[in-house]
């Protein structure tokens, strides 16, 4: 019923209107096989999630008549934070041991993705890591 009456253009470009934008900062802790993975940043655009804190920041209740009332969650300075703080943290297996960071890598990884540190989402990765030759390593 929100989609329809306040948010009918969604149902254009539903994954658009789901997509997600922004910047982070990111720092991972390489220990042997294992990554553990911290990301901190910032929504640039993210349209849906005022839908979400509405619903889900408010409640519903039945009047005299029979007919259920829904009042929607606040969009107060809370929501603007939480719409704007982001967080990703996760664990990364490497096939390939890190200590002697090798040029080429593959990895599986599972994080959690938060706003404002209230989850939001899960996800697993399968990616490929490419180390550039910036610096010889040395072997200490």
Known sequence: MLIEEQFSQFRDNPYGY???FGVFATSELLLDHFGF??????NIYKPFYKVDWQLNQGYSFEN???????VLGELDWY??????VS?????KYYLWTTNKAPK?????????NT???QADFT???LGYVYRLNIKETTGI
Do not use: P, Q
Request: net charge negative; glycine share 14%; no cysteine.
């Open 64 to 70: 005299g008549n029979g007919d259920t009332v829904e």
């Open 37 to 42: 993975e911290l990301d901190l940043g910032l």
């Open 18 to 20: 789901a997509t997600n």
């Open 79 to 84: 929501y603007e934070i939480k719409l704007t």
């Open 104 to 112: 080429h890598n593959i990895f599986i990884g599972v994080h959690i």
């Open 115 to 117: 706003n404002l540190g």
């Open 123 to 125: 996800e697993l990765s």
């Open 87 to 91: 967080a990703r943290m996760g664990l």
